[in-house]
């Protein structure tokens, strides 16, 4: 003989199963840009030493937030020809670089300013925000916590109904409980062509976009024999 417990109960110790879900809109936390610097040179090493001044001027203004910039961290690179044609062959006429660089911003009252100037500089493209939470963010577990009261207030509601009470907790899963990376803003800035002389472009107003945080829950209690 085994002292386990009957899976679905007994006449005795019935059990009831629920589910808890939770959902929470919150401010964002950080925002994310992209950057994509351009370079071009009639030979390789031409276009190499445009990139790498270019390069370093964003990096330098985007490092001049101190602070406000939680993480820089530089991603693809490529230098690729652009051939033309020549007679019957194919011949050099130009050198393309390319270089991404992308920027977590922790400060949103500089996101506006920052990205105005990024755009603003030569053959520099900025892409987002995309606004999101951190991994560790307390909304994370303020849902977590949420989903599992939903629970335990939806089984006592079932037992209630049978004239019961809840007894005791055997099982709780956690199904997933997760938070969309990142959302894109109303208009994220486009690329910049040519630096504007004179007075700095305007800073742009950006709206910071409210994060869903999904939790959910599997719950099971035994329960006290229903008054049927």
């Known amino acids: 003989m085994t002292n386990e417990a009957a899976p679905y109960g007994t006449p005795e110790t019935p059990r009831v199963a629920v589910r808890g879900e939770a959902r929470l809109e919150v401010d964002p936390e950080i925002a994310r840009i992209g950057v994509t610097v351009s370079a071009r040179g009639k030979d390789r090493r031409a276009a190499l030493e445009d990139l790498t001044g270019r390069n370093g001027q964003v990096l330098d203004l985007i490092k001049s937030y101190g602070d406000a910039v939680e993480k820089l961290e530089t991603g693809a690179f490529s230098i690729s020809p652009e051939l033309t044609s020549h007679g019957r062959s ?124 999904y939790a959910q829950v599997n719950a099971r209690f035994t329960m006290t024999p229903p008054k049927l």
């Open 90 to 213: 194919e011949r050099v006429r130009a050198y393309h670089g390319r270089v991404r660089v992308t920027a977590v911003i922790a400060d949103f009252t500089v996101l506006g300013e920052l990205v105005t100037r990024l755009a603003d500089l030569d053959l520099t493209h900025v892409d987002g925000p995309w606004w999101a939470l951190r991994p560790d963010s307390p909304a994370h577990a303020d849902a977590r916590r949420q989903a599992v009261l939903e629970a335990v207030q939806r089984a006592r509601e079932y037992a209630g109904a049978l004239g019961a009470d809840l007894a005791a907790l055997v099982e709780l899963a956690d199904i997933g409980a997760e938070s969309p990376v990142a959302y894109r803003g109303a208009q994220p800035p486009g690329a910049a062509r040519a630096g504007a002389a004179g007075a700095p472009a305007p800073a742009l107003d950006l709206e910071p976009q409210r994060q869903t945080v």
